[in-house]
């Protein structure tokens, strides 16, 4: 039996301006997801209503996690370490520099706060001799250098380096669900390898995973069950992995000639964008 991930029809503004119009979604453990869609359509916001990031405000619908016993939690409120502790995690949530901040020692905390929920700073953190053998064997695991952990947190690090960061806390994470918002296409050759290999690694029956991308690379490394396609705030289609490969091949310009409607609302989010 497994957790599920349940989204009903979310509807989510920014700054007052509704984005995603009615998303539905069932992400179960152990299954790998992508979404896809045009600029604009509304990928990322999903990924950080999930997530619980507080610029994104849910102003229909729900989000549920639901465990293999038949308990489901309401998390739609949720603040996002409350939904971390679930087991939500959305990868590329730390791009930023901590300075000072080694790898191990914030991994250590991040696994520390989910294990002992309710700690006080300074105690109830993972014992170091557990914890470096854990942080080693899953560095060998994922082929990482162990000089890695004590570089400081995304100081410098290129951007295969930042996703290698974001492997490995996905590895001590071990989080139920995992959302990746591939945003930035400027990721070089050896970025995507990392990520892609990476997930392949993890990616298990314990592991519902959402990916959001346009590099074909990591959904070839992790052929999806379901492949949803995103226009103008909602989900309009979902296929397989075969629709992915078909959209990478053709482009969205059969999704939006059998979807006006939703069409017409993305082709108003993209003008407003510019
Ligand atoms: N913080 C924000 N402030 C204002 N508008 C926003 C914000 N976040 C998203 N939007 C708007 O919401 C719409 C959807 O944006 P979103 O980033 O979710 O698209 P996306 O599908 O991830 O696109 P891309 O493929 O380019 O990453 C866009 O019109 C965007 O301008
Ligand atoms: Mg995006």
Same mark, same amino acid.
């Given at each position: 039996m497994s957790s599920l991930l349940k989204i009903t029809d979310l509807h989510v503004s920014v700054a007052d301006t509704p984005i995603l119009k009615g998303v539905n979604m069932e992400i179960r453990q152990g299954e790998v997801h992508a979404l896809m869609g045009p600029n604009g359509c509304g990928k990322s916001t999903l990924a950080y209503a999930l997530a619980g990031h507080p610029k994104y405000t849910v102003t229909q619908g729900s989000i549920e996690i639901s465990s293999p016993d038949g308990e489901t939690v309401n998390i739609t409120e949720l603040e996002a370490d409350e939904r971390a502790r679930l087991g939500m995690f959305l990868a590329f949530?730390?791009? $930023?520099v901590i300075p000072g901040v080694k790898v191990a020692d914030f991994i250590r905390h991040a696994i520390s706060n989910i294990r002992n929920p309710d700690r006080k700073e300074?105690?109830?953190? $993972?014992g170091m001799r557990e914890f470096r053998k854990e942080i080693k064997a899953k560095m060998e695991e994922l082929g990482m250098d162990v000089e890695f952990a004590r570089r400081y947190l995304n100081d410098g690090f290129s951007g295969g380096e930042k996703k290698r960061m974001e492997i490995l806390q996905m590895a001590m994470l071990q989080p139920k669900f995992a959302i990746l918002d591939e945003t930035d296409s400027g990721l070089d050759s050896d970025a995507v390898r990392v990520v892609s290999e990476g997930l392949a690694k993890l990616a298990g029956p314990e592991m519902g995973v959402l990916i959001i991308t346009h590099h074909e690379r990591l959904l070839e490394y992790n052929p999806p069950k379901f492949t949803h396609v995103m226009l103008g705030g909602r989900i309009v289609e979902t296929g397989d992995a075969a629709l992915a490969e078909d959209l990478h091949n053709n482009g969205y310009a059969g999704v939006r000639e059998r979807h006006p409607d939703a069409d017409a609302d993305n082709a108003k989010a993209e003008a407003a964008a510019v």
């Open positions: 949530q730390y791009p $930023v300074g105690e109830g953190l $993972v």
